[in-house]
């Protein structure tokens, strides 16, 4: 292969470990972002993500740069910005349109633009190509070209990483494509798949995550239904999940960038071409309706130990999932916001997440667990392993004088050992 020279496009969850591979492979690569700070902390080996130990983000062959100029030196661009959706639910290509603006200032003739963020089938050469066009003043497919390769970095996951997870790849045309696979295989160890063109690339991610948003409503809309029957969700999804063809899901908080958001990405292609998607946006409305459930849960407990006089209520737990620092997205936030606008003191403590980032997307002042006052009510809302580790004496150090109600979203504490004087729901 001749050896191509990578500039990585935002370095983020996805684009870090990306330019890193390269990087420790020996491959030239420009590690490119906005932010400042960020490529300030990259330079002197600090990964605030925690996805990259620190030992590993500096390598020879990597530089990085918030200085556009510094790109002209590659050839291969891979653009891995955010792209979540708005207010209204619609998709924010933002992002990846000033990223598109950003490598289009330096396109030259025989490159090639790979974009790897969740966006919905005919984003690329409908939306981005048309930007890299107008202002390079070159043709696509002519003079550059460009390829999709869905991103599937898993924050916090240490087993599933970038070079150990199957890449899909697609190209503008059959020679674009196989550079991309090539490029891509030099340092992706469990190989690639070749799409056949980009919207088929560009789907099979959307619907990746749109599975699993909708096979987990499937067990949030059961959670509420067993409640009901008073049975237990989890000893119901055990002793299904003995056949061999059942389909492992829990119920929880469905939040972070990916599974929350790239439905609506789907849904939104969907109806632009005049189909209103049914399934997909039912399953969306049950998962965004499930901080408004576990609120309402615990105003049941409150009202059912008769406290009226400034209660209070603390929630363990702030970012999208455990052990991670990512705030994206976070669906805790619809619990804080439900409790507070009734009244109810709520205190929020989080060892990952910085507090901030917290104040700046939230408005939540997070707490040291030090400073915490002890609460009527302790929710279980991320399972931290630093929490975990503790179990319930954690819980019981937190509750007045012990004794109180305990949610465990995550269901992770110790069914068969609740403490005397404590009440344990979970979803």
């Known amino acids: 292969m001749t050896e191509r020279k990578i500039a990585v496009i935002g370095l983020g969850y996805v684009g870090l470990p990306v330019a890193v591979s390269y990087g420790r492979a020996g491959y030239p690569c ?6 400042t700070s960020r490529i300030q902390e990259l330079a002197k080996g600090y990964d605030r993500t925690e996805e990259v130990e620190d030992g590993d983000v500096l390598h020879d062959s990597l530089t990085y740069s918030c200085d556009v100029d510094d790109l002209k030196q590659a050839d291969f661009f891979i653009v891995t910005v955010p792209t979540p959706i708005d207010n209204a639910r619609r998709p924010d290509m933002s992002a990846v349109l000033a990223a598109s603006r950003t490598v289009a200032n330096v396109l030259k003739k025989g490159d090639i633009v790979v974009y790897e963020s969740t966006v919905y089938p005919g984003a690329t050469e409908e939306d981005c190509v048309p ?3 107008e202002i390079s003043g070159l043709k696509c497919g002519t003079d550059f070209s460009v390829g999709y390769s869905p991103e599937r970095i898993n924050p916090g996951d240490k087993e599933h990483r970038f070079e150990t997870i199957l890449k899909v790849v697609s190209g503008y045309d059959d020679a674009t494509l196989d550079i991309v696979a090539r490029t891509y295989e030099a340092v992706v160890t469990a190989g690639v798949h070749r799409a056949p063109n980009i919207k088929t690339a560009e789907a099979a991610k959307v619907i990746e995550n749109s599975q699993r948003d909708l096979n987990i409503a499937f067990v949030n809309e ?3 239904i067993f409640e009901r029957v008073g049975i237990d969700t989890h000893d119901v999804l055990e002793a299904a999940g003995t056949k061999w063809n059942f389909l492992r899901f829990t119920p929880g908080l469905v939040g972070g960038h990916c599974i929350g958001v790239d439905p609506y990405y789907l849904t939104h292609k969907a109806e632009q071409l005049g189909h209103h998607p049914q399934v997909i946006l039912a399953g969306r409305r049950v998962n965004d309706r499930m901080g408004q459930h576990i609120a309402m849960q615990v105003v049941k407990m409150l009202m059912k130990r008769g406290r009226t006089d400034e209660p209070r209520v603390t929630i363990f737990g702030l970012t999208f999932k455990e052990n991670v620092p990512d705030l994206r997205n976070s669906k805790v936030v619809d619990i804080i916001s439900e409790l507070t606008e009734m009244g109810i003191t709520v205190q929020v403590t989080d060892p990952w997440a910085d507090k901030n980032e917290a104040m700046k997307e939230y408005g ?3 707490l040291d667990e030090a400073d915490v006052q ?3 009510v302790v929710v279980f809302a991320v399972s931290h392993q630093k929490f975990t580790d503790q179990g319930w004496p954690l819980i019981q150090n937190h509750l007045k004088d012990k004794v109180g ?3 465990d ?8 050992n609740v403490p005397d004087n404590i009440e344990l729901w979970r979803l």
């Open 374 to 376: 002890p609460a009527d």
């Open 364 to 366: 939540v002042t997070l």
């Open 30 to 35: 420009i590690g490119f972002d906005i932010d």
């Open 222 to 224: 059961l959670a509420q």
């Open 131 to 133: 930007v890299l066009e």
């Open 409 to 416: 979203i995550k269901a992770c504490l110790d069914r068969k």
């Open 405 to 407: 109600f305990v949610v």
